[in-house]
C-alpha cells in the first residue's frame, strides 16, 4: 500500500513524479523520471528530488531490504532516523538538519509511520519509533483515524499507514483510542456496502455531501490495515506467502452479520479480485489523461489479495507484475522496488528472480551499497543500532579478512554507485 499520494499530487504540480510517496492522486507509471538533484545525502535511496518523498522512500527501501535478508547500509539507516523532529514526527525530507523543526515543518502521518515501520523492522531505534508513535496518537482524529497532514479530516490510506506502525511497534491497534474510537472504526466508516458500486471497497474519503466512492488504493490499503498489518503484509499474519498457489475463485462482498474489520477486509479484497479479473492490473489517471495501467497500486493490491486469501488469489495480477513493471520500476527508483518486493514477499515469490529481473539487486543499487551479512546471522534478524560504529562488525573475523573484506566492499559500492540509475520518487496513498 503504498500509501500514499498527496505528495504525489504537490510533485506533480511541480512536475516531479511522485510515484510511491504518501497519499491521494493516482500516478502511472508513464511518467517520465525527473532530473537528478543536484546535491543529495549521501545516505539516500534515488536520485530524484527528495523534497516531497525523501523518508517515504527511504523507509519503503530499508524496509523490503529488511524483509528478503538485507542488512541496509548504516549511513541510510541513520539518515533515516535523522530525520525525525523533536516531537517525534517526520517531514518528507529536511535538507538542513541544523535548524530545529518548527511550525512550519510540514510534517505528516504518512512519513512518520512509514519511517516507524523500516526502523521497527531494522531494530535498535526504540527512541525514535516510541517518540514517533507519541506523536501519532497525539494527533489521532476524534473518529479514530488519521488524516495526511495533524488535524486533516481521517482518510483510509493514512490510517492504514499508522495501523501499520503500531503493529510494527506492538501496539494493538484497536487498543489506541480517541473519544472511544480506534483505527479500525474510522475504517469501518469508509467502507462501501456490498450493494451499488464500489461494493466492498474502501473511499478514501467521503466527498464534500458525506457520499463514498470506491477507490483503489485506499482498498488496499484498507484491507492490509483490517488485519492488522503494514506495508511487508503476508498472509494472514504469517512469515511469508504460499509460493504461487493455485488461483483461486473471487469471494464475494456479503453484508451479513455485524460490521468487523475482518469482514471489511474480505469484502475489500473481493473488490480488488473483481478489479483485477479482466485485465490483471488497476488503473489510474491524473485529470484530463487517458486511464492507464497503474503499477503501484496493482502492487499493493497483490499484497492485500495475498495477505486476506493467499498467494493464490493474487495470481494474475502478480503475473501481470511479473511481464509489465520493470521499466516503470527502472523509471520510478527505490519506492517502486521496493512495492514490487513486498508483492514478492506476500506471494511466496522469489524477489531475485522476478519476471527474469532481480528485484534486490535493482533496489539496493539505487542507494549506497548495503552492509555484507554476518556470518552465522539468519536473513533479516540483524538489529541496526542508533551509532554507525555499531554496525562494523567485521572485526570478529580479524585483521587480515578486516582488509580484505573492506577492499571488496569499496569496490563494489563504487561500482554500485556508477551504475545507479534515476528514479521518480514513489509514493501510495492513492
Not at 98 to 107: G, H
Not at 333 to 350: C, I, N, R, S
Amino acid at each position: 500500500m503504498n500509501i500514499r499520494r498527496s505528495a504525489a499530487a504537490l510533485a506533480a504540480v511541480a512536475a516531479v513524479a511522485v510515484i510511491g510517496a504518501p497519499a491521494q492522486a493516482a500516478v502511472t507509471g508513464s511518467s517520465p523520471a525527473p532530473s537528478a538533484s543536484p546535491a543529495l545525502p549521501p545516505g539516500l535511496y534515488g536520485s530524484s528530488d527528495p523534497k516531497y518523498d525523501g523518508v517515504w522512500r527511504q523507509s519503503l527501501a530499508l524496509l523490503a531490504q529488511h524483509t528478503v535478508g538485507v542488512r541496509p547500509a548504516a549511513q541510510a539507516v541513520d539518515w533515516l532516523a535523522g530525520q525525525q523532529c523533536a516531537s517525534g514526527a517526520f517531514a518528507p525530507f529536511r535538507a538542513d538538519l541544523s535548524r530545529a523543526c518548527d511550525a512550519r515543518t510540514a510534517v505528516d502521518s504518512n512519513s512518520t509511520a512509514a519511517a516507524v515501520q523500516a526502523l521497527a523492522a531494522l531494530g535498535g531505534h526504540d527512541a525514535v519509533t516510541g517518540k514517533a508513535v507519541s506523536w501519532l496518537k497525539s494527533v489521532q482524529n476524534k473518529d479514530g483515524g488519521w488524516g495526511y497532514t495533524p488535524g486533516g479530516p481521517s482518510d483510509a490510506n493514512s490510517t492504514s499507514v499508522v495501523v501499520g506502525a503500531l503493529a510494527a511497534v506492538g501496539d494493538r491497534p484497536a487498543s489506541v483510542v480517541k473519544d472511544g474510537k480506534s483505527p479500525y472504526d474510522a475504517l469501518l466508516k469508509l467502507a462501501l456496502p456490498c450493494s451499488g458500486d464500489g461494493a466492498g471497497a474502501f473511499a478514501y474519503q467521503p466527498d464534500q455531501h458525506g457520499k463514498l466512492a470506491a477507490n483503489a488504493d485506499a482498498t488496499a490499503a484498507g484491507v492490509v490495515a483490517a488485519l492488522g498489518q503494514g506495508l511487508a503484509a503476508t498472509p494472514q499474519g504469517k512469515t511469508g506467502g504460499t509460493p504461487r498457489g493455485k488461483a483461486g475463485s473471487a469471494a464475494r462482498c456479503t453484508g451479513s452479520g455485524a460490521a468487523t474489520p475482518a469482514r471489511a477486509a474480505a469484502n475489500g479484497a473481493a473488490y480488488l479480485a473483481h478489479a483485477v479479473a479482466e485485465d490483471g492490473h488497476l488503473t489510474s489517471a491524473l485529470p484530463g489523461a487517458t486511464a492507464q495501467p497503474d503499477y503501484g497500486n496493482t502492487a499493493d493490491a497483490v499484497v492485500a489479495l495475498a495477505a486476506q486469501g493467499g498467494a493464490g488469489q493474487a495470481r494474475k495480477p502478480l503475473e501481470w507484475l511479473e511481464k509489465n513493471a520493470g521499466k516503470w520500476a527502472a523509471q520510478s527508483g527505490p519506492a517502486a522496488y521496493a512495492q514490487l518486493v513486498f508483492a514478492a514477499h506476500a506471494t511466496g515469490t522469489d524477489p531475485r528472480a522476478f519476471g527474469g529481473l532481480d528485484l534486490v539487486e535493482a533496489l539496493n543499487a539505487t542507494g549506497p551499497a548495503p552492509q555484507a551479512p554476518v556470518t552465522g546471522s539468519t536473513s533479516g534478524d540483524a538489529t541496526e543500532k542508533g551509532d554507525s560504529s555499531s554496525h562494523t562488525v567485521w572485526w570478529i573475523a580479524g585483521g587480515a579478512c578486516l582488509v580484505v573484506v573492506l577492499g571488496a566492499v569499496a569496490w563494489a559500492a563504487g561500482r554500485r554507485k556508477s551504475g545507479a540509475g534515476g528514479d521518480s520518487a514513489e509514493r501510495q496513498q492513492p
